[in-house]
Nanobody, 124 residues
């Protein structure tokens, strides 16, 4: 059973914008905190942003604060990542992630459910 499905990746120029979407199953959306990780070639998978399921409070990695915005739509059961002022170093595969415990979502080893990932490429 597929629980997280990402979309919206692609190619952008430096300074441009992209919006990623993560569609979750009913059960996952109502019981789990959902966020985004990214993994650049040859590097570790790192936390980007997440939002609490019960009140929508966001949390961001320092590297994306002020540029990325995470939000959730309770009707569509979808979490969005609006990425502005993109930099070449934002190039990575972006993964949607979910965990029932907020602290678990902050580290890759604690994530309970992963999406398949969507590639974001930022050209200079």
């Amino acid at each position: 059973q597929v629980q997280l499905v990402e979309s919206g990746g692609g190619l952008a120029q430096a300074g441009g914008s992209l919006t990623l979407s993560c569609a979750a199953s009913e059960r996952t959306f109502s019981t789990s905190h959902i966020g985004w990780y990214r993994q650049a070639p040859g590097k570790e998978r790192n936390f980007v942003a997440a939002v609490t399921w019960y009140n929508g409070i966001p949390h961001y990695a320092d590297s994306v604060k002020g540029r990325f915005t995470i939000s959730s739509d309770n009707v569509k059961k979808t979490v969005y990542l609006q990425m502005n002022s993109l930099k070449p170093e934002d190039t990575a595969v972006y993964y949607c992630a979910a965990a029932r415990d907020w602290s678990h979502l902050q580290v890759a080893s604690g994530v309970e459910t992963w999406g398949e990932g969507t590639l974001v490429t930022v050209s200079s």
